[in-house]
């Protein structure tokens, strides 16, 4: 069965600083998605970045971006000029290509302090 | 833009009540999902529904039933409610395709069993 591991339950971040949130992941398969998702408190979780296992470049998307490493099985989040409103728990998530069925961590809180 | 409406943000219910969650999404996603969120344990599937009247047990099935009748509703049933069910229960729904794997989610249920 795939796992995947947050090893920060909590992280804190200065306004307009960078933070990086870890992510591990256990799989046997090669062919998967990774995902960030972002819940503000008392808000609807949301996608914040998606990476497909068999693209070489990370993606990113305007402050969001990923370290992903394939051979290590890690997926890193690295948010860049922390704002106010990044501030929510996130949660890494593993998922294989055919079974539509994701695997979530157990979540890192993000802090931003102003 | 993607809506998945969940009934109830509270609900209050009493030890042995038979108790209904309702998901209904808006997008014609084949996908279907439940889960379960709780401090430190992350999410956990409970149940999950490829499509309509088709289900598969997730993570922690067990005091749950689910119910899909038509395409946009996803409805969680617990049979008789006990106070380890007390948690917030999140639904969220994915297409299958190009985009599957992204999951959108509604805003959760927040349920206390007394």
């Known amino acids: 069965a795939q796992t995947v591991t947050q090893s920060q339950p909590e992280m804190s971040v200065q306004e307009a600083e960078t933070v990086t949130l870890s992510c591990t992941y256990d799989?046997?398969?090669?062919?998967?998605?990774l995902f960030w998702y972002k819940q503000p408190p008392s808000r609807q979780m949301i996608l914040v970045i998606r990476?497909?296992?068999?693209?070489?470049q990370n993606a990113t998307e305007n402050r969001f971006s990923v370290n992903f490493q394939k051979a290590a099985k890690s997926f890193s989040l690295k948010i860049s000029d922390s704002q106010l409103g990044d501030a929510a728990m996130y949660f890494c998530?593993?998922?294989?290509?055919?079974?539509?069925?994701?695997?979530f961590g157990d979540g890192t809180t993000l802090t931003v302090k102003p | 833009d993607v809506k998945v409406t969940q009934s109830s943000r509270y609900l209050v219910k009493r030890t042995g009540e038979k108790v209904f969650l309702e998901c209904v999404q808006d997008?014609?996603?084949?996908?279907m999902f439940w889960y379960r969120q709780d401090p430190g344990l992350g999410l956990r599937l409970i149940y999950f529904?490829?499509?309509?009247?088709?289900?598969e047990k997730g993570d922690i099935p067990e005091g749950y039933s689910v119910s899909r009748e038509k395409k946009e509703r996803f409805s969680l049933i617990l049979e008789s409610a006990s106070t380890n069910q007390t948690s917030m229960y999140l639904c969220?729904?994915?297409?299958?395709?190009?985009?599957?794997?992204?999951?959108?989610f509604g805003a959760g249920t927040r349920l206390s069993v007394l």
């Open positions: 529904s490829y499509d309509v009247k088709m289900k």
């Open positions: 990476q497909e296992a068999y693209k070489q």
């Open positions: 969220a729904s994915s297409l299958t395709g190009i985009a599957k794997n992204i999951q959108y």
């Open positions: 998530a593993y998922c294989n290509t055919n079974a539509g069925k994701s695997t």
């Open positions: 799989t046997s398969e090669s062919d998967y998605y």
């Open positions: 997008m014609d996603h084949e996908n």
